[in-house]
């Protein structure tokens, strides 16, 4: 073997853990999911050959239309909400008052719990009839079967699970921005708005695109919140696609749609990212010089 | 990220369940059921049966029902499902249909009912384990007060008030004391309910419509919009909610199926009409004197649902002949007398339902309610291959019908409509 060919060896040798993991269980369950979506199954007969009906059943299906509306009416409820929270968050915590410290660990707590225990326990602070929600405000309101109030209440649940995971990043963007900026524009007699708005912000641009893009696209696949707290309903108003996806596969058990459906959300997301990026990328700076 | 590493513990929660070795050179034989209640009764079944047969170990697994029917068409199609499983009417169809199931010989002992309910395509699929019938719960202390007799209430959705609406009424009261139907009485503030009527099929729905002459389906297919007498008498449940208010708001037993039940052992609800399976809890929850009293009377009569739970063995197993012993023994009447004896339903071998009916009449309750509508004219329990898909379809339309937020007939229709859709597959 030659030096070349040995070190190529020794190179994917080190490479094989990692490669295994994405092939294992990235790449693989990709390929399977493809090849299901082209057959109809329901795990307990056997599965038929349709080729491309699935898609074809999916993409003249009103209910995937409404389930990505739905979706799209999600995300945009959190991201802005959260985004904009996680940041007037991050910019006090930086002020380091004492206990900020404190209120750091407290604000990321609802981020490292289980989401399902987290629906769990706002499913029953939004009980219409004995939920704390209404005992504080004294008054019976439906949350989650108002055709009106679902989307929000579970939009605000998530929020409120992510704000200090998004004011973690901006704390971390805050903490990289050199101080003689800030010094600069004082004494060059700018206020504490036109401090943030000249200085801090821009500067922050790289933090709020990854915060963005990531938060983007975890909103759009929210599956753990909807389930435990709504189950889709009222009348599909928080069937969310990837939980329309859960009930297509395992409630109906149209394995073969629900496949096609996860392929055409992997396509939504790849547009949407593909856009984000070079949206940013022209209007980002990552050099402070 | 987070939801890869929940669905990584999924799947070793699924392969520890799934997993269990064999010990000692035993065969292992694993059932599967969703009761927790009843499933102590089984333990005490299969140590009885281990001490006979030493070389087999039967290991009893728990499924919640909320979980039941998405996790076991996954493990069959994984391989990983319970040699012996609890299977409901429901459901069963599309195993028995796809030979995932192994035949029973028919017993003579064996409760007739179930054995039909579990027959299909001229074979009997499982085991009958239990069987329940509706009858109505009521609370002593509060009927009595508002001098209502539960055993006469009748209903009829032609005419203007009866008997049920009448009691229902004087039954329901509000923090002000004021009873449904009084001036000054604020639905908002309700602290008693009179009457369970919700978006419970087996317990309301289909002993209203059957008790007024309807169907839900012709052969495999639902047909329930079709028919004036099941969209009246569904319209007459969802009216006991939204226009009397002298039941729970769909708000709050849409999504918690155990919310009426709660009422009730809290005292906040008087007539509560369900089946067997409620008997323990209510017993543990109740502080007060409670009674059951004959399912409501209809325009039709008293036509309850009659239900069963057989147990049906996996084709797929790898130890044939081990669970065809438990599976004998589960329709013998030793098998089931610790589910019988501890008053936890009424057994699916006819020989070991004194045994149940004795628990009960040792607490003080008297079963014949529940005997007397077994024993009445009973409505079929859904059938087909796909049923459960189709029923499921038309959950969130019913529901949405309970809440008053679309019209009976409208959601009865878009129901139907869902419903046949999704059992088409």
Not at chain 1, 65 to 93: D, E, H
Not at chain 1, 265 to 271: A, H, M
Request: hydrophobic fraction near 45%; charged fraction near 15%; proline fraction near 6%.
């Amino acid at each position: 073997m030659s030096r070349r060919n040995r070190d190529t060896v020794a190179g994917y040798a080190f490479l094989a853990p990692s490669l295994l993991g994405v092939g294992g269980f990235l790449l693989l369950p990709v390929v399977v999911v493809l090849g299901i979506s082209l057959f109809r199954w329901d795990l307990v007969s056997p599965a038929h050959w349709t080729a491309l009906d699935n898609y074809r059943s999916v993409l003249t299906d009103p209910a995937f239309g409404r389930s990505l509306a739905v979706t799209a009416g999600f995300v945009l409820l959190v991201i802005p909400v959260q985004t904009a929270l996680g940041l007037a968050a991050a910019v006090l915590l930086d002020q380091r008052l004492p206990g900020s410290a404190w209120f750091r660990a407290i604000l990321v707590l609802p981020w490292i719990s289980a989401p399902l225990a987290l629906g769990v326990v706002w499913r029953w602070l939004f009980d219409p009839s004995d939920g704390a929600v209404n005992q504080l405000l004294g008054h019976r309101v439906e949350w989650l079967t108002s055709p009106v109030l679902a989307l929000p209440s579970v939009a605000a649940v998530t929020v409120w699970t992510n704000v200090g995971y998004v004011a973690l990043f901006f704390l971390a963007g805050l903490a990289g921005i050199p101080p003689q900026y800030a010094e600069a524009a004082r004494i060059d007699g700018a206020g504490p708005w036109q401090g943030f708005r000249r200085i801090t912000w821009p500067l922050l641009r790289p933090t709020t695109f990854f915060v963005l893009a990531t938060g983007g696209i975890s909103s759009f696949q929210v599956f753990d919140t909807v389930y435990a707290m709504t189950q889709g309903g009222p009348a599909g108003r928080t069937e969310v696609v990837a939980y329309a996806i859960y009930r297509e596969a395992f409630v109906e058990f149209r394995m073969g749609r629900a496949a096609a459906m996860s392929v055409l959300l992997f396509l939504v997301l790849i547009t949407v990212t593909i856009a984000q990026q070079s949206y940013f990328r022209r209007r980002t700076t990552y050099e402070m010089g | 990220m987070r939801r890869t590493a929940l669905l990584i513990l999924l799947l070793l929660a699924g392969c520890s369940v799934a997993g269990g070795g064999d010990e000692e050179g035993k065969t292992t034989v694993t059932f599967r059921l969703w009761d927790d209640q009843v499933a102590t009764a089984y333990q005490q079944s299969f140590a009885a049966f281990e001490k006979a047969h030493p070389d087999i170990k039967v290991t009893v697994q728990l499924v919640p029902w909320a979980d039941y029917w998405t996790k076991l068409p996954a493990d069959i199609a994984a391989g990983t499902a319970a040699d012996i499983f609890w299977t409901n009417t429901s459901n069963f169809g599309l195993y028995a249909d796809n030979n995932q199931l192994l035949p029973v010989d028919v017993d003579s002992g064996w409760t007739k009912s179930v054995v039909e309910l579990y027959t299909r395509n001229g074979k009997l699929w499982g085991v009958p384990q239990l069987w329940d019938s509706i009858a109505l719960f009521y609370n002593k202390d509060l009927v009595s007060k508002a001098g209502v007799d539960p055993a006469t209430l009748a209903w009829d959705p032609a005419a203007p008030t009866d008997t049920l609406r009448a009691a229902a009424r004087k039954l329901t009261v509000d923090s002000a004391g004021k009873t449904a139907g009084q001036a000054g009485f604020t639905p908002q503030k309700i602290q008693t309910y009179g009457f369970n009527a919700a978006f419970d099929q087996q317990g309301i729905m289909w002993d209203f419509v059957g008790s007024n002459g309807g169907t839900w389906q012709s052969g495999d297919t639902f047909t329930f919009a079709d028919q004036p007498k099941t969209v009246q008498a569904l319209q007459y449940v969802v009216d006991l909610i939204n226009k009397e208010h002298v039941a729970p708001p769909a708000a709050d037993t849409n999504t918690n199926g155990d919310k009426t039940l709660q009422l009730f052992t809290q005292g906040k609800l008087a007539l509560f009409q369900s089946g067997p399976y409620q008997l323990k809890s209510v017993q543990e929850g109740a502080g007060f004197a409670w009674g059951l009293a004959p399912m409501l009377t209809g325009p039709a009569g008293r036509v309850g649902v009659v239900h069963g739970v057989a147990a049906v063995a996996s084709a797929k197993t790898a130890h044939p002949d081990a669970t065809r012993e438990v599976l004998n023994w589960i329709g013998t009447a030793d098998g089931v007398k610790p589910i019988a004896e501890g008053g936890y339903a009424f057994p699916g071998v006819t020989a070991a339902q004194p045994a149940f009916v004795d628990y009960w009449k040792k607490q003080g309750v008297d079963l014949q309610p529940f005997l007397d509508a077994a024993a009445g004219t009973t409505f079929p329990a859904p059938v087909g291959p796909r049923v459960g898909a189709g029923g499921t379809a038309y959950t969130p339309i019913l529901q949405q019908v309970f809440l008053g937020q679309v019209g009976v007939a409208e959601g009865l229709r878009k129901a139907q409509d869902a419903g046949n859709e999704a059992m088409k597959g």
